[in-house]
């Protein structure tokens, strides 16, 4: 059984129950090294989960009498490996135990409302950057190409230098931190981060 396992923003302590008991009945953990490191104890087989999702699909379709357990960051279908694997194998074939995705956090963390937020990501797609200087509220993970700089500096000008940036850096983390930030304000570099924009004064 392929069992895909949200860890949440990164904090073990965030993991639901169910997705740690999974990891314990596991045969083969996968994952990135950020999240295999987490559990060190385990004594089954791992395989790093990297660039070459292809080449993971057909390892995967190899373990199909295995109890496997690929390790996911935040929740599985918020962006995440989740809908890969579900449009390969089909749900039937898959059990997914949701997480707590960085956004969702970030949002409890700060008191911001997710009742009329635009959840987006800038992994892999190109940002429309109008819409984002269009929208009250938006929610974005972000990579390295479309950081909290690249966001601000489009928001900047687009004239919207009024908006807010919320961000979260190493959300859950012993490191974390998150800032309040005009766009005028925002630094060039943050560690890994999602980012909330608000059209509010």
């Known amino acids: 059984m392929l069992t895909i396992a949200?860890?949440?923003?990164?904090?073990?302590?965030?993991?639901?129950?169910?997705?740690?008991?999974?990891?314990?009945?596991?045969?083969?953990?996968?994952?990135?090294k950020r999240h295999l490191a987490q559990f060190a104890d385990f004594r089954g087989d791992v395989r790093v989960l990297d660039a070459d999702i292809p080449g993971l699909l057909a390892w995967l379709e190899q373990q199909q009498q295995r109890r496997v357990v690929v390790l996911a960051s935040g929740d599985p279908l918020f962006y995440g490996i989740g809908s890969r694997l579900v449009a390969h194998f089909g749900i039937g074939q898959l059990r997914i135990i949701p997480g707590?995705?960085?956004?969702?956090?970030?949002?409890?963390?700060?008191g911001i409302d997710m009742n009329d937020i635009?959840?987006?990501s800038s992994h892999g797609?190109?940002?429309?950057f109008d819409a984002l200087?269009?929208?009250?509220?938006?929610?974005?993970?972000?990579?390295?190409?479309?950081?909290?700089?690249a966001i601000a500096e489009a928001l900047l000008a687009r004239g919207a230098e009024k908006r807010w940036l919320v961000i979260g850096e190493n959300l859950g983390l012993d490191d974390e931190r998150i800032h309040r930030?005009?766009?005028?304000?925002?630094?060039?570099?943050y560690a890994m981060n999602v980012v909330v924009i608000l059209n509010e004064r």
């Open 6 to 32: 949200g860890m949440g923003p990164g904090n073990l302590a965030l993991m639901t129950p169910q997705a740690l008991e999974a990891v314990a009945q596991a045969d083969v953990l996968v994952g990135g």
């Open 118 to 120: 635009w959840l987006t």
């Open 133 to 149: 200087a269009r929208a009250h509220k938006v929610a974005m993970v972000t990579d390295a190409k479309c950081g909290p700089k």
């Open 125 to 128: 797609r190109a940002v429309d």
């Open 100 to 110: 707590i995705s960085a956004v969702q956090y970030l949002c409890a963390r700060t």
């Open 181 to 189: 930030l005009r766009p005028a304000e925002v630094q060039d570099e």
